[in-house]
């Protein structure tokens, strides 16, 4: 089964066309009468420079309202409001990231404010992000999350308006079309994928990234034969978890132990990964274990890619590992660990821009460099 990229096509794509009768076939067909536009199906076939008249157009292919519509009609109920409360049931929807759980409640906390000025609802608002920052101090994505939207939606004329009630419509607008546009990142990064993901090509995948398996899916929706190695993902098993999704819609998927990259890498045709959080020098912090698959990937000249949703992006600069906030997590071994060892229980590490080839983001397709300049327009 785990033969080189050309053999491995030849030998998949008659079985692929023989007229939909086996059951991956059937499995990415009704995935793909739900998933997949036919605007794109067609226009993937075209390799030409992204713009962004084409992104406006993809915004409008990647998904339905509906998502959109049930997030704005939260927050209409009476009594006590709490937006921890609010945020924790936005974060039960499994396929929701933490920061746009985060940008939900807080869209809710404009909506069902008792605010009679604009200073009070601005207060308010900040109140309620900084309550939300402090409810988990490590989350990178759940601060950049709630900066990027207190500042998209006070940055607005909103201010100017003499008349509160509609000061306060407009508002929730933006509120509620930023949320929007967080619900719909994941579909447009994974439409951005797709020319760069070829039939017969190895990927290499480490940690669990929604956004990562969004393109992955779509990739094979689009009838792309490829295949996926799975790092382990100590201490929790993450890549069990990829290769089980994967293998849910019919993508073959091999599982790897984590200090196997090196020995698998020459097989391997690009790196994809996600990403907690995407700094201002282009570099990002993700699941421990990436920082070391970008160097062996990068020795070996092989590309690295990072999908990353743009309200990951965050005003930090790390200089090294240790400039960052330790997430830990707790580590089991399998065995007693000796008297008077010390564990490392970082959870996360720190990659340089410098081993990072391509940044897919709902921005557009970004080189490391350019991640400052797209960090001041969103701050801005």
């Known amino acids: 089964m785990w033969k080189r990229s050309a053999s491995f096509v030849l030998d998949n794509r008659p079985q692929q066309s023989a007229g939909g009768g086996g059951a ?34 993809a915004e409008e292919a990647a998904c339905g309202r509906g998502e959109s519509e049930a997030a704005a009609g939260r927050g209409k109920g009476g009594g006590a409001f709490d937006v921890i409360d609010e945020f924790n049931f936005w974060r039960k929807k499994p396929d929701l990231a933490e920061a746009v759980a985060a940008i ?50 006070t940055r607005t004329k909103a201010l100017e308006y003499e008349d509160f009630d509609a000061a306060k419509s407009h508002l929730i607008e933006r509120g509620e079309k930023f949320g929007e546009l967080s619900l719909r990142a994941r579909r447009i990064i994974a ?58 819609v019919g993508i073959p998927a091999k599982l790897l132990i984590d200090s196997a990259v090196a020995y698998a890498m020459d ?59 330790p997430a830990l997590r707790p580590i089991d071994f399998g065995v007693a660990v000796p008297a008077g060892a010390e564990v490392e229980t970082t959870a996360r590490d720190y990659t340089p821009p410098q081993y990072l080839t391509l940044l897919f983001t709902d921005l557009g397709v970004l080189t490391p460099s350019a991640v400052s300049d797209e960090l001041i327009k969103l701050y801005l």
């Not at 739900?34 to 605007?39: E, H, I, P, Q, R």
């Not at 601005?122 to 939207?149: H, P, V, Y």
């Not at 920082?291 to 000249?301: D, E, G, I, P, R």
């Open 191 to 248: 439409m951005l994928t797709q020319d760069f993901i070829f039939d017969g090509c190895t990927i290499l995948v480490h940690g669990f990234s929604r956004v990562v398996l969004e393109a992955l899916r779509m990739a094979a929706m689009n009838r792309k034969i490829f295949r996926v190695l799975c790092t382990e993902g100590r201490p929790d098993s993450t890549g069990v978890r990829v290769a089980k999704e994967l293998g849910e």
């Open 104 to 153: 939900m409640a807080l869209s809710v906390v404009i909506r069902s404010s008792e605010a009679t000025t604009m200073m009070e609802l601005e207060i308010e608002l900040k109140k309620a992000s900084d309550a939300l920052k402090s409810s988990d101090l490590t989350s990178i994505s759940l601060s950049a999350g709630c900066d990027l939207f207190t500042r998209y939606v």
């Open 267 to 325: 097989e391997v045709d690009m790196v994809f990964v996600g990403a907690d959080g995407v700094v201002e020098s282009g570099g990002i912090i993700n699941m421990m274990g990436t920082y070391q698959t970008a160097l062996v990937a990068h020795s070996m000249n092989k590309p690295v890619y990072v999908a990353a949703e743009c309200y990951k992006f965050a005003r930090l600069y790390p200089l090294d590992q240790k400039d960052l906030a």
């Open 24 to 57: 991956r076939e059937q499995t990415l067909a009704a995935a793909a009468a739900t998933a997949v536009s036919g605007y794109y199906q067609t226009r993937a076939e075209h390799h030409v420079l992204v713009s962004e008249d084409w992104l406006e157009q």
